[in-house]
Each structure stands twice: as C-alpha cells, then as structure tokens.
C-alpha cells in the first residue's frame, strides 16, 4: 500500500549562500513571534480591562451587602426589643388577623 502525500508540504532545499536562508528564515519567525506577542498583548489588555470591572462590581455588592446588613440588624433589634416589652397582646392580634384572612380567602375560593 501507498501512503497518502496528503499534508505533506515539500519544500526543496535552497540554492542559494546558507547564510542568506538563516537571515531570511529569521526574518519571517521574527514577523511570526511579533504577531504571537500582539495578540497575548491584546489579550493581556482585555483581561486586565475584565479584572477591573469584575472588581468593581464587587465592590458595588460588597457595599449593597453592608447596607442590607445592616438595616437587617435594625430590623432584628426592633423586633426583639418588641418581643421584650411587656406588648404580648401584639402577637395575639397578629394571630387573630392571620385566621380572619384565611377565613376569608377559605370563603371567597369556595363560593367562587
């Protein structure tokens, strides 16, 4: 059986002084490494440009964490300075709200 030459790129050795075939293959690997090394520069910039906008938006929810933190704390002191007084009634008139309105959602959904 025959290999296929598919792929294979023949390039016939120069005839011309060795030197100016290094010179000139330097030349185009040059050309190739400066284009390699704009494109990770490219890249290194817009990497850079992601990390500071990452870094903003954590910012942005680090102070929107302490701001809800915080007035959930307000919130808890009230309510347990609420629960503390001698206000006990409060929680009873919340419960018999609580059965009036599933009373009435109970008779609203059976006569529909």
Same mark, same amino acid.
């Given at each position: 059986m025959r290999r296929s030459r598919e792929g294979y790129?023949?390039?016939? /050795?120069?005839? *011309?002084?060795?030197?100016?075939?290094?010179?000139?293959?330097?030349?185009?690997m040059a050309e190739e490494l400066s *284009?390699?090394?704009?494109?990770l520069k490219d890249i290194?910039?817009?990497l850079g440009d992601e990390v500071r906008y990452q870094?903003?938006?954590?910012?942005?929810?680090?102070?929107? /964490?302490?701001r809800?933190?915080?007035?959930?704390?307000k919130t808890m002191g009230r309510v347990l300075k609420l629960g503390k007084g001698k206000?006990?009634?409060y929680i009873f008139y919340l419960f018999l709200f609580a059965i009036f309105v599933f009373f009435l959602l109970y008779? /609203?959904?059976?006569?529909r």
């Open positions: 790129q023949y390039q016939p /050795v120069p005839r *011309g002084p060795p030197e100016d075939f290094l010179e000139r293959e330097n030349e185009r *284009g390699k090394i704009g494109t290194s910039i817009q870094e903003k938006l954590l910012r942005g929810l680090d102070d929107d /964490v302490d809800s933190s915080g007035f959930l704390g206000h006990n009634y008779i /609203v959904l059976k006569f």
